[in-house]
């Protein structure tokens, strides 16, 4: 399979990059710059979530390289994984884009952020994590819970993290919000739904260690609950500390909580059910629906009211959660057969 030079906007890194974890780091971006009073300036955020998004999209190449041979042998050859252009076509841009990366975050360290030695820390270790997660020797992709560790903090805690620290904005919050962004859909959730896969190519993740039957249970009894829990913990923060916001924190509140109790209390009578195999039940399809587009519009209006010059911003925010919300939308006539029976 050979792939065109134009390929190479087809790969599977740029969507990770725009509508991956992306989604998740929303919600302290538009938190933190409301709670310090926009300290930092819109270029410079879009700076910095430009060197965020091109190290996701990095570190989905990077695996995807080192996981060539793997992916054939799971049947997952795709033009997206980059397979149809040569190792060192793809070793190329994997340097390229470490290196722009890493020049972007090296100028805001110096024309920006300044020598802040923790925010310096959290980029650097969001790098060489990615190489352990992916690269051999170590490769903790395969290493069962280690892997899962090191993944969940590649995607989430660690780019929130850098979010705080690059707006001085350290205290708990900075850690609380780092671990509730990764329970509202944490990479566990995502190794289970591919175990099969995972176990035909020989990988070793923490799902495929504990198995199909568990990982759903642990998912469906303990992941699914904490998701909930997450996410109105967010919320109730925000309504805190943010005085301004209160009105519309207090309306997605509302809207969250009725919405998520009104789907369990169906379910539990029967009215509506799911397959965990397949997907997740309906109040934590709900529930990614309403974080994309009820609890975050109320940071980004707030945001927006205050500095119309976000709105470059608020468009990629759109943008990224576009594809999502449509999802969760077309599930609709699906719910209401099963209501109708």
Same mark, same amino acid.
């Given at each position: 399979? *050979? ?5 190479i906007?087809?790969?599977? %890194? ?5 509508s991956?974890?992306?989604?998740y ?7 933190v ?16 979530l430009?060197?965020?998004m091109?190290?996701?999209?990095w570190?989905?190449l990077?695996?995807?390289?080192f996981d060539?041979?793997v ?5 997952k050859?795709e033009?997206?994984r ?12 994997? &340097?390229?884009?470490l ?7 090296v100028?805001l360290?110096?024309?920006? &952020?300044?020598?802040?030695l923790?925010?310096?820390a ?5 790098i ?6 992916? &690269? ?9 819970f280690t892997?899962?560790? &090191? ?18 904005? +350290?205290?708990?919050? /900075? ?16 190794q ?25 249970k642990?998912?469906?009894?303990i ?14 923060i ?9 009105v ?17 209390? /169906?379910?539990?009578k029967?009215?509506l ?14 529930? *990614?629906?309403?974080y /994309? ?6 940071? %980004? ?7 119309p010059?976000? /709105? ?7 943008f990224?959660? +576009? ?5 969760s939308i077309s599930l609709?006539?699906?719910v209401?057969r099963?209501v109708?029976?």
């Open positions: 399979m *050979q792939s065109k030079f134009s390929d906007f087809r790969l599977r %890194a740029w969507v990770m990059a725009y991956g974890p992306l989604i780091w929303y919600f302290s971006l538009f938190y710059s409301l709670a310090t009073g926009f300290m930092r300036d819109v270029w410079s955020i879009i700076l910095q430009l060197a965020l091109l190290g996701a999209a570190g989905v990077l695996n995807d390289y060539r041979d992916d054939i042998a799971a049947g050859s033009i997206e980059g397979h149809g252009f040569s190792a060192k076509q793809v070793a190329a841009l994997v &340097v390229i884009l290196a722009v990366t890493i020049s972007i975050q100028f360290t110096i024309w920006i &952020v300044g020598p802040d923790i925010y310096i959290l980029w650097i270790l969001g060489l994590s990615s190489v352990f997660y992916s &690269v051999p020797p170590l490769r903790f992709k395969t290493k069962g892997g899962l560790l &090191v993944n969940s903090a590649i995607e989430r805690p660690i780019p929130v993290l850098i979010i705080f620290s690059f707006s001085k904005y +350290y205290g708990v919050e /900075m850690i609380i919000f780092g671990l509730l962004t990764e329970l509202i859909w944490t990479i566990f959730k995502h289970r739904l591919d175990v099969k896969g995972d176990s035909i190519a020989k990988i070793k993740t923490a799902a495929v260690i504990l198995g199909e039957k568990t990982s759903i642990i998912v469906d009894l992941i699914n609950p904490l998701s909930v829990i997450s996410a109105i913990t967010l919320l109730i925000a309504w805190i500390k943010l005085e301004d916001a209160r519309f924190i207090s309306i997605s509140l509302f809207l969250t909580v009725a919405g998520i109790i009104t789907l369990l209390v /169906m379910e539990r029967g009215i059910s799911s397959d965990p195999y397949i997907l997740d039940p309906p109040y934590i399809v709900f529930l *990614q629906f309403s /994309m587009a009820i609890i975050l519009p109320s940071l %980004a209006i707030p945001v927006l009211l205050k500095q010059i976000f /709105m470059p911003i608020i468009i990629l925010y759109i990224s959660v +576009y594809k999502h919300v449509k999802y609709i006539p699906g209401v099963r109708l029976g």
